[in-house]
């Protein structure tokens, strides 16, 4: 018996399940609750989440967007990029985060060895894009849309003026509310979901079975909410994106200019009533040495602390009990 036999016999859940299934599923059960969260309040529910995704998949197929085609994204913590993610993978294409600290080589050989054609950039990284455009010009770049309003709201399109630099072509730069739509060829169990760096990426069934247990683990439940902290360049995010939507729960997603900010993360993990964080010990440090010279907040709401990519302090745990006594640290290893 092969090992993908093994794990057939044993799987709780049918093999032909896609990231969108576990998604349209979640709409389907808790299709009124927040499923994006910004300091301001819900920015989505699971409902709303369900249909501006597919209206933008369907955009993305008019690109060429479709099962085993990269897609990059350079973006911000923002709703309109959770966004982006999902309608890439609902249109059956790979999602290729790539980090904003990363420099133009960097991303450019990246690009280049997974053979990407498609890049969706953030309005706060117009730079980037510009750099990235001038090295690969056969780039079709694709604005995500700052709007994180359903695409059919009688407010029409995005009301955020889109400043185009002049040396990117203009039949390159498209905002995506202009795009039409296509009809979307939905994902295979065995097409890739998304790629971290040059990696033969993960695959719909793999990361379905992943997500499935790590929720499972965690007892990841609709009542959670998850600060999105980590890179989203990073695995965790992408099982932290999938899963706890999978799952019913909320994103709580902060800019990267206040997640730079320890005491800025700090007040939204003890007032927004997270319940899940996942980063690297040395960012979870950082917030834990700003709430020591913070008072107010509920600090009874935090249940997991994952983390992951460094060494886990020994005082970890100790320190973790002295601001959140009921959370429980895991430390994930040396993650992607």
Request: glycine share 6%.
């Amino acid at each position: 018996m092969t090992l993908d036999e093994a794990v057939a016999l044993t799987r709780p859940i049918p093999a032909d399940l896609t990231i969108p299934d576990l998604l349209d599923a979640a709409a389907w059960a808790h299709g009124t609750a927040p499923a994006l969260r910004t300091p301001a309040g819900i920015a989505m529910t699971h409902r709303h989440l369900a249909e501006a995704t597919r209206v933008r998949a369907a955009q993305l197929a008019s690109t060429g967007v479709g099962p085993g085609v990269p897609v990059a994204v350079l973006v911000d913590h923002e709703p309109a990029s959770v966004q982006a993610i999902i309608a890439i993978v609902r249109a059956g294409g790979c999602c290729v985060p790539l980090d904003p600290h990363w420099p133009v080589d960097r991303c450019v050989e990246l690009l280049t060895a997974l053979q990407v054609r498609h890049l969706v950039i953030g309005t706060r990284f117009w730079q980037q894009g510009t750099a990235i455009r001038l090295r690969m010009p056969n780039v079709n770049t694709v604005m995500a849309t700052p709007a994180s309003r359903h695409p059919r709201s009688r407010q029409g399109r995005s009301s955020l003026p889109l400043e185009r630099p002049h040396s990117l072509h203009a039949n390159h730069l498209r905002s995506w509310d202009t795009l039409p739509r296509s009809a979307v060829v939905a994902p295979s169990p065995s097409d890739l979901a998304y790629a971290v760096g040059a990696t033969e990426g993960i695959r719909h069934q793999n990361l379905v079975d992943l997500l499935n247990w790590l929720n499972l683990r965690n007892e990841v439940t609709h009542r959670d909410s998850l600060l999105q902290a980590a890179p989203l360049s990073l695995d965790l995010s992408m099982h932290d994106i999938f899963g706890v939507l999978a799952a019913g729960g909320s994103i709580l997603l902060l800019p990267d200019s206040d997640l730079a900010e320890p005491r800025q993360v700090a007040e939204a993990l003890v007032t927004r009533a997270v319940t899940l964080w996942t980063s690297t010990p040395t960012a979870f440090t950082a917030v834990l040495a700003a709430l020591a010279t913070q008072s107010g907040g509920d600090r009874g709401w935090l249940r997991r602390v994952s983390l992951s990519g460094e060494a886990v302090p020994l005082d970890a745990v100790e320190a973790l009990r002295r601001e959140f006594p009921n959370a429980e640290l895991v430390a994930l290893g040396n993650a992607a």
